[in-house]
């Protein structure tokens, strides 16, 4: 191998000790799709971009094969040994194949698809301590979606007001109740003073409903800090933990979730930060990519998109997300088609974002029964207030479940109607 040429080898075979990722290249001009491929691998695993007299013969075993290449799409299929990882390092693992490539400046376009993970890998990984199933024996709900709420405006609520709006959701049906992505400990409104108050309306809700309710309280923090916070959530009867995971980075959640092991909370992943680098195009890492390793890592609960909101997203990146989040045998239709789970639990999906009661119908189509569908101002802006918007939100599950029309079901249900008339139905 010379600098950067030599990687491609299309006859290779990739076993089940190679992890293979899938790119799009787009090269520079000038530049083929097998040079540009090659410079990609050699730059992820051994290679520079002159020779070197320090290169050993040995040092090769390492190196990264591209093995498929699809000259029409510019697409990428690249194997890497498993012995070139330290298997329970993610910071490592990204830093290898998501980590100079991007930058370099005879490619014009890179976008990270997808990435088989290896079973000696994935063995490596307990996943989530409560998944779908686990999740749905906490609330036992069996067998409808989750409904949430996030607590707005984003933040800027004192402790009891935050409180009383949790609880008030709560009351018109929510089961789960979420901080926002970017309130954790500011002057306004302290961490252990908000989870307090917002936990003893928890157990009133639950009294006055017979329903169990969560909350999660968002322990985003630098890691030390956030350990603390959920700790301290664990001690005061929370069982949930909310984390920015891209924010928070890939080292931060495995520190969270191994010592999550003792503490046994819920973890639920907020992705804000993810379109910086998941934004439908033709240059980042997809948010499947994204979600198969939290699911690794063991978050339990994921923001993976809407289709129907507010985002920017396409619905087969939104699909994809859902199904290497819920699936143990990846479909046919996927990028790398053989990824299996094993014993590693299957992750709830979470729909959030711009979300209404007029778009349940539709995102039940498309996720079934195994989502969370959170609404903020769904809820909250609801004419009738909090509780009715609550209210309003279940009644749209309840009618898509026994399949009656949104605008049929509203004519008995003056929550649900006056939702429709404010934020319309989606068809």
Known sequence: MTAYEG????KYQPGERDLVSRFYIEPKYGITLDKAASMVAAESSIGTWTDIETAKPYVKKLAAHVFHLDYDNGVCDIAYPLESFEMTNIPQIFSSIAGNVFGMKEINHLRLFDVRIPKPMLKKYPGPLYGI????KLLGIKDRPLVGTIIKP???????DHAQVAYNAWLGGCD??????NLTDQKFNRFKDRFLKTIRLRDKAEKQTGEKKMYMVNVTAPASEMIKRARFVEDNGGEYAMVDVITVGFSGVQEL??????LQLVLHGHRAMHAAFTRPGNHGISMMVVAKFMRLIGI???????IVGKMSEEEHDVIK????????KMPETTYIKDQEWGKIKPVFPVASGGLHPGHVAKLMEYFGKDVIIQMGGGIHGN?????????AARQAVDATLEGISLIDYAKKHPELQAAIDKFGVLK
């Open 7 to 10: 990687y491609v080898d299309l």
């Open 133 to 136: 199933p686990g999740v749905r």
């Open 154 to 160: 984003k933040m800027g609520l004192n402790p009891k």
């Open 176 to 181: 789960v109740v979420k901080d926002d992505e």
């Open 257 to 262: 979730a191994n010592v999550n092991k003792r």
């Open 300 to 306: 339990d609960q994921l923001h993976i998109g809407t």
């Open 321 to 328: 997300s859902k199904e290497v989040l819920t699936l143990n």
């Open 383 to 391: 004419p009738l207030g909090t509780v009715k918007g609550a209210m």
